[in-house]
């Protein structure tokens, strides 16, 4: 009996060792197996970031086309929001050319998709050839305290202009390094609008106007009719809606907003109403087939404006941004094209995000 009894304890001892060994084992399966997973997904998403690129490239060179044969449509001397590279219907002149039936969204390219946003940077003010005048007006209409005026836009042109004694209320690097942490004033040109957040004076609530969704600081309401002592000043727009960093120097009178019309010479805000009402056409919106594009920027004279050289009706710098899609991989590019004629499409700028 005693013998029978070892016999038995060996053999479920041997049965349990076995029994671990094999959960060991399907332990080790399930990690390579896992493993293995996971460096194929990794490959695999390898590939996808050089085909994305590529796919990204591929939708600058379509968006190049694009505004290659928008500016070689007869009939239409100018650029607008109702034309198709602004996401609009077409103009008259595109529904015969080869831009007719064409999609800014999800367009096919091998096995991934590109989708277009395509903006003209000529919408706004170029910053970096803004004059005190002009930079004091928007403040102006922006509703910055006249105290703040002449210090930001001092301040702005210092930080633009070569190295030099500062202006009346200005600041060069000497004011900047004695702040926490301190850095030096450019002295060049701007290049990432976002630099005015470094400059003397420049507050996030003066960037960001009323959309502080991308601002550190904390938003609050304004109540009753000026500032408090203490209160944070809420503007209408900030100074991201009106200025660019590159453009070719004149407002594109069809596609700027109701703010920055209000910096041509002469035009208040009753004025800049005017021209969008004229341009909309019928239907008072943007960017619909009933729109009524000026052809030149003479045009304004019949509504009383007389200094047109700061307008224009021919956008000549675009921002392009391209979603790139294969199956679930996904990637924004950036692109800034500088068109100097009909073909000649440069690419100033290619980075993603």
Known sequence: ?????????????????????????????????????????????????????????????????????????????????????????GGPGETNSVLAGISLDNYQIGQGTVSLKIIDLDRKININTAGDQLIQ?????????????????????????????????????????????????????????????LVKGVTPEMYYGGDLSNSPAPQKTKLGIGNAPGDIPVYPFGLKDIFTPISAGRININTADTNVLQMIPGVDAALAASIIQQRAGPDGVD??????????ASQLTSLGIQNTSLCTTRSSVFEVHVTAKIGDSQREFIATLYRNSGTDIQVLGFYWK
């Open 1 to 89: 009996m005693k013998t029978r009894f070892r016999q038995n304890s060996r053999a479920g001892i041997a049965l349990i060792m076995v029994m671990i060994a094999i959960a060991l084992f399907s332990i080790l399966a399930a990690a390579l197996w896992f493993s293995i997973k996971v460096e194929t997904r990794l490959a695999r998403n390898a590939g996808n970031e050089e085909q994305l690129l590529w796919l990204g490239r591929s939708g600058v060179e379509y968006a190049r086309w694009i505004l290659s044969q928008e500016a070689s449509i007869a009939g239409e001397p100018y650029d607008s929001l109702n034309q198709i590279w602004a996401g609009g219907p």
């Open 287 to 296: 960017g619909t087939e009933d729109d009524t594009p000026f052809r030149n």
């Open 137 to 197: 007006q928007v403040l102006t209409v922006m509703g910055v305290d006249a105290d703040s005026i002449s210090v930001v836009s001092d301040s702005i042109l210092d930080w633009i202009d070569p190295p030099a004694p500062p202006r009346i209320a200005g600041a060069e690097s000497d004011y900047y390094q004695s702040l926490t942490p301190p850095y030096y004033a450019k002295n060049a040109p701007i290049d990432d609008l976002s630099e005015l957040l």
